[in-house]
């Protein structure tokens, strides 16, 4: 039985370091990074993303 918890515990951890990594290295202070751009479609009823420089 702990060995089951030890193994869920340690996929949970990559998993939460896994959606930390990209977060971490958008804060980078990169000024030539793309980001990403949303605004509402009012034609289309709903949200219109993009990448910009």
């Known amino acids: 039985m702990k060995t089951k918890q030890l193994i869920f515990s340690g996929i949970l951890a990559f998993a939460g370091l896994a ?4 977060g ?16 509402w479609d009012a034609r289309h ?3 219109v993303c993009h990448w910009v420089r």
Not at 25 to 39: G, L, N, T, W
């Open 24 to 39: 971490v290295a958008s804060a980078a202070p990169y000024h030539h990074q793309k980001h990403k751009v949303c605004k």
């Open 19 to 22: 959606l930390l990594a990209p």
């Open 45 to 47: 009823h709903h949200r």
